[in-house]
């Protein structure tokens, strides 16, 4: 398998994080050291990720990520009983579909560019939808019998995949977490976790960014912005 991503490619990071998980080798290509119009070629879509297997491309992490749990069935990143997946889906999907999107590099590059914004403008933004966005997914963890340490109890399992970029992006802008303890809970869990770890951009070649480490954040380090990359 070649997985095609950037370090802080937060859709790349959850495909990591499954593959670390499940235990699955691969290669990692960063996105920006292909020649020039070399990803289009590759990847249609032109979003990261996209993973290559059997000479084939798939696009898209939630394809991605169905995939490998097809493929590789243990250790499951799905709860058992059919509601619980549904939930846990729910979850992810909220980060993935909802969230995510607006706030991801080429959303915020079209409010500088086009739409001549200002940095304070885009952040207020960014914060606005990050607001809507958790809050909910704070009370469905609040509501939920499951327990943890994880967003669904004992283990790991997509939602977390998605919860732990987002929040790493949500740090670098500054957002205030404060109102979400149980979401912050279960990525201090899943920091612990050495599959976690090991998908973190800071083990990537191509991390260039000043944000102070993943692991450094979590010993209490303060966050900081970062440049440039994506979201
Ligand atoms: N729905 C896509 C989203 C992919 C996506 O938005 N990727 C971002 C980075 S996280 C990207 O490639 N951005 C490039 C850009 O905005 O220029 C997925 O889940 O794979």
Redesign the pocket.
Known sequence: MRLYSQAR????WRVRIALHLKGIPFEYVPVPGLPPGAWRDINPQG???ALEIGGRIV????AILELIEELHPDPPLLPPDPLARAEVRAFAQAI?ADL??LN???VR?YLAGPLGRSPAEIDGWYRHWVAVGLGPLEETLRRSDVGGPFCFGARPTLADLHLVPQLYNCRRFACDLSPYPRLVAADAACRRVEAFAAAAPERLPDFTGTDPSWLAEAAGGEPRRGTGE??
């Open positions: 490619n937060s859709a790349g979003l990261m990720p696009a898209q992490s939630g993935a995510h999107p991801n590099n080429r590059k994506t979201g």
